[in-house]
């Protein structure tokens, strides 16, 4: 069965260190996987998708195929990346398989 | 443009009882899904609307249901409420086709006492 994996349900970093939020995926076939993010009294909203292998508030993310792995990371911390990260495995034309949520908070 | 709106945002129901939520969502967009959020299972996928047809279903029981009208409009009713029923309902437009960008609404928050 198509499954995300986050194994972290709590990270906290410093300001100004590196981040790097994890996710394992089980998927048979080829994936397509996103992080979303949501800010505290905010909708959950897209952060970023594999295939636009683009950076978005410094973060990034690659798909490792070999080890079924697409972690987030961002080189330098800010205050205002404290907020709940989902990694998520699209299923089919538009379902969308959630891990648990990694809770991140930024210390000053 | 405006975003995925969810109506009402909070409702507070009583076990036994059925409720009906409602999404509206971004104009253009054809696609609707809906999702429960809860502490303990986290995010889980419910149905998906598109052109007022079900195209996928997760796994969850009858009692749940929902709709979509001909303005993309949706509603998701749960019939004899549960406690466990409790979560945070979320709903999340797509414009269609190849396009697998979701926006998400606020949720509705459901309490079952």
């Known amino acids: 069965a198509q499954r995300v994996t986050q194994p972290e349900k709590l990270l906290s970093v410093f300001k100004g260190a590196p981040v790097e939020l994890k996710c394992n995926y089980s998927y048979s076939g080829s994936p397509e996987l996103f992080w979303y993010v949501q800010y505290s009294r905010q909708r959950l909203q897209l952060l970023l998708r594999?295939?636009s292998r683009e950076s978005i508030k410094g973060f990034t993310a690659d798909l490792n195929k070999g080890e079924t792995s697409f972690h987030l990371k961002k080189p330098f911390a800010q205050e205002e990346d404290s907020a709940m990260y989902y990694c998520?495995?699209?299923?089919?034309?538009?379902?969308?398989?959630f891990g648990q949520g990694t809770r991140l908070t930024i210390n000053p | 443009k405006a975003g995925v709106t969810q109506t009402p945002r909070y409702l507070i129901k009583t076990r036994g009882q059925q409720v009906t939520l409602s999404c509206s969502p971004i104009?253009?967009?054809?696609?609707v899904s809906w999702y429960q959020q809860t502490p303990g299972q986290g995010l889980q996928f419910l149905f998906e609307y598109f052109s007022e047809t079900q195209r996928n279903k997760g796994n969850f029981p009858g009692r749940f249901s929902g709709r979509q009208f001909s303005n993309s409009r949706s509603e998701m009713n749960v019939s004899t409420l549960e406690l466990g029923d409790s979560a945070l309902y979320l709903c999340?437009?797509?414009?269609?086709?190849?396009?697998?960008?979701?926006?998400f609404g606020q949720g509705t928050r459901l309490t079952v006492v």
């Open positions: 998520a495995l699209r299923q089919g034309a538009q379902k969308l398989v």
């Open positions: 594999h295939i």
């Open positions: 104009s253009g967009h054809r696609s």
């Open positions: 999340a437009s797509r414009r269609g086709g190849q396009v697998t960008e979701a926006f």
